[in-house]
């Protein structure tokens, strides 16, 4: 009875054995695996590829998840059956130190050294490691930093970036008589009216705000940086009644913001963010709200990049900051699974794309902004538009910095408050009074967690 | 010698005591190799999963981290009143799902039975029309709930046909999708016309399995179609009507692809359901440890399912 039993359970073991733990990502000492969330990096990183191969003798093969949320269920499952690729490229300051938090990834700390760091740009060179901030955060108990270390790094910047680019079609801004760029929010409205008079359809503002984060801190944040400066700005999420959304000041910031409802694209609302910026590629708007890596999903689905015109959101007139600009930070990184076979291939597969000129090329092909440093003319190294973004970039004070996050309370969700904010506009369900008590509301909520 | 004597023992290995047969030791080990494999099947797929779900909802756990941190009740009692975070949502979202319960059963009666009624009277054709009345059942998936997105954005198909049929007032500029107040209705409606093929076919099942002379008697007495109908066909189908009314109410309890595809439970939380609410805890809290959340309103949603299905049961068995 007793081998009968173990033959049963053998052969299921067996079965099971054969089709849960693999090996692994199918990488091996001159094939190295590489996972992103980002289509239009597939092409970019499989170009960069060829000119590694040639170099290293291994071959690189990149495949995309998407989106971003079907990306993370992968990820966890190819953890949990050990099928992690090489390679991930990750939501840097995010994804990667939970990765690496939870063993997914390893620590570069001791792999990058100074020469590799140098070839980033000076502001994103500590994109990827675990800082004191971090660190402190982990400790907490609802973090989802759990496991990390002060000094390990889980990731090297792959690309750069920022939020709160605003669109337009350049054709229709012209026929409209507009010439220039807005520079105050103020400008910004007129310049929707002006064109909503000359095209009443097809005018308006796309933003995916099924993902309603987006609006929140695509459109509004920007906007309200400028108008009140960084301290009045951190204290909207504060718990302090004078100063937060719930007070006069916030009213005044939602009022200000809500100037935009008249000119939202009818059912901007119910798109996600893929499906606004194609409303914008199709000609269904005149303005979409994005950041620096829609330009590439634009061209993607033929839009002329040179019939855009782009510009920072703009504070209103007589705001803190005259000369808002937007900060980059780094969007996606790349990190190495601790699984894989081949951790030296993957490390020179990261330190080869640390170089100026793959970056760049990489860069051009996907159009996104690399996290190296360009010179003093970019626009030869990756183009006019994305020279152009990349000029507008600022520091300091005067600088909106999205990748910032140091005022918010731990466990804070954008989607969750930015639904709040879609009760005002654009759904107007709700008056700027309303919403600004939802908001401090649900923000003092996070704050109790603590 | 008596009778009992003469009686010859059954064989050793497989003779019945109080009713129970006893086997040999080799046909027990054949039987339990046969049946290990469910067994062993069940006891992963099954057993484990439950075990694993159960003890999730004790638990914090974002799917990454290595160890789970335990907080006993606390995700039930956050999701139900104790925390200023989850229990708003998760009350709008009962509230939503509460009157997706109500209109989507009501809603299937009221259309699928006259469907059906229409398509037993009808002599031809009537495997034609089956088939044509069956596809949304057949096709519906995502391709069908993003057409159906198509068809009710702004400037969608219904808008169009409303303003050509000189209805623009009835128009929705923001799509039925995009705004707050017609949101739910549509993803009902949405709903109700995936759910009436399978409803329409039991339906129609059980009108042609009614005794023929039970109708004919009915005739004969002077009962008209309405009369037959009232009082003939639909008391004999209550039953039918029974099932239909607790699966819409398990699909509506549970179910929330419709409203994942097509809205995400927006616009602004407008048409969030726990279905969905479990689901966006578990897979869209941007890393957040809120799996053990997700776990927790799962298994209320389970506890809530049943008490749904053994209430029916008594009404029916009441009502039969």
């Known amino acids: 009875m007793a ?3 173990a033959l049963a359970l053998g052969s299921l073991v067996t079965g099971a054995a054969g089709c849960g733990s693999g090996s692994g990502s199918g990488s091996s000492d001159k094939t190295l695996v590489m996972w992103t969330f980002k289509q239009s990096h597939v092409k970019a990183l499989e170009e960069a590829g060829k000119g590694f191969t040639k170099q290293t003798g291994i071959t690189v093969k990149v495949q995309a998840y998407t989106p971003d949320d079907a990306y993370l269920t992968k990820v966890q499952a190819a953890a949990k059956t050990g099928d992690l690729p090489d390679v991930l490229e990750v939501h840097t300051n995010g994804d990667d130190l939970t990765f690496g938090g939870a063993g997914l990834v390893s620590d570069l700390s001791k792999d990058v050294d100074s020469g590799w760091l140098n070839s980033y740009l000076q502001q994103v060179r500590v994109d990827g490691t675990v800082t004191d901030q971090y660190y402190q955060s982990s400790l907490k108990p609802d973090s989802t930093l759990k496991g990390i270390k002060l000094g390990q790094r889980f990731s090297v910047p792959l690309t750069i970036g920022t939020f709160g680019i605003v669109y337009a079609n350049k054709q229709r801004l012209t026929a409209a008589g507009v010439t220039t760029a807005p520079t105050t929010w103020e ?17 308006g503002v796309s ?27 951190h204290a909207l999420w ?9 007070s006069p000041t916030g009213t005044q910031v939602l009022d200000t913001y809500g100037k935009v409802t008249p000119y939202w694209m009818p059912g901007t609302q119910t798109l996600d963010i893929d499906a606004a910026d194609l409303a914008f590629a199709q000609g269904k708007s005149t303005f979409d709200i994005g950041g620096t890596f829609t330009l590439a999903f634009l061209a993607q689905n033929g839009f002329d990049p040179a019939n855009v015109v782009t510009f920072p959101v703009p504070a209103p007139a007589g705001g803190a900051i005259n000369d808002l600009s937007l900060a980059p930070f780094t969007l996606t990184g790349m990190s190495v699974s601790s699984t894989t076979k081949n951790r030296s291939g993957a490390i020179q597969w990261l330190k080869y794309l640390a170089k100026p000129d793959v970056s760049a090329t990489f860069a051009k092909e996907a159009l996104d902004i690399p996290p190296t440093n360009l010179g003093s003319d970019p626009d030869s190294a990756v183009g006019p538009v994305l020279g152009a973004m990349i000029k507008s970039f600022g520091s300091g004070p005067s600088a909106y910095n999205p990748g910032d996050t140091t005022y918010k309370p731990d466990g804070y969700n954008s989607g969750d408050v930015g639904a709040v904010l879609m009760n005002f506009t654009p759904l107007k369900t709700k008056t700027s009074a309303q919403t600004g008590a939802g908001l401090t509301k649900l923000i003092d909520s996070y704050w109790a967690k603590k | 010698m008596s009778a009992a004597t003469t009686v010859q023992r059954p064989p050793r290995e497989r003779r019945a005591t109080r009713g129970r047969t006893r086997y040999h030791r080799s046909e027990v080990a054949w039987g339990a190799a046969f049946v290990a494999p469910a067994i062993v099947l069940f006891a992963v797929m099954g057993v484990y999963t439950i075990g694993y779900g159960v003890s999730l909802s004790f638990a914090t756990w974002n799917g990454f981290t290595p160890n789970w941190t335990w907080v006993g009740l606390h995700n039930y009692a956050d999701l139900l009143w104790a925390s200023p975070t989850y229990a708003p949502v998760v009350h709008q979202a009962a509230l939503n799902t509460l009157w997706v319960m109500i209109a989507v059963p009501i809603l299937t009666v009221l259309v699928s039975f006259p469907l059906a009624l229409l398509l037993n009277s009808v002599g031809r054709m009537r495997t034609v029309l089956r088939s044509v009345y069956f596809l949304p059942y057949v096709t519906a998936g995502i391709a069908v709930y993003f057409a159906w997105q198509y068809i009710l954005e702004p400037d969608g198909a219904i808008n169009l046909l ?36 399978v409803s329409m076919l039991l339906y129609l099942a ?14 004969i007495d ?24 607790l699966l819409n109410l398990r699909d509506s309890l549970q179910g929330f692809q419709t409203f994942l595809i097509m809205t995400n439970g927006g616009p602004g939380n407008h048409t969030n359901v726990l279905g969905l609410e479990a689901y966006r805890l578990a897979f869209l809290s941007q890393l957040s440890p809120t799996l053990g959340l997700s776990s927790a309103l799962g298994w209320l949603l389970f506890i809530a399912a049943v008490i749904l299905a053994v209430i029916t049961q008594r009404a029916m068995r009441r009502a039969t």
């Open chain 1, 3 to 5: 081998v009968l039993l």
């Open chain 1, 187 to 203: 400008d910004f409205i007129a310049d929707l009216a002006k064109v909503k008079a000359k095209e009443p359809n097809d005018s």
């Open chain 1, 207 to 233: 933003l995916g705000l099924k993902a309603p984060s987006t609006g929140l801190e695509w459109l509004m944040q920007p906007m309200a940086y400028g108008m009140l400066g960084a301290d009045r700005f």
């Open chain 1, 238 to 246: 504060g718990r302090d009644n004078t100063t937060n959304f719930s």
């Open chain 2, 162 to 197: 409303l303003r050509s049929l000189g209805l623009g007032s009835l128009q929705q500029p923001q799509g039925f999708l995009g705004n707050p107040s017609t949101a739910l209705p549509t993803l009902i409606v949405v709903t109700v016309w995936s759910s009436v093929p």
């Open chain 2, 206 to 219: 059980g009108l042609q399995s009614v005794d023929s002379t039970l109708i004919e008697a009915a005739q």
């Open chain 2, 222 to 245: 002077g009962a008209g179609w309405w009369r037959i109908t009232r009082n003939v066909l639909w008391p004999l189908l209550k039953p039918i009507t029974g099932i239909i009314v």
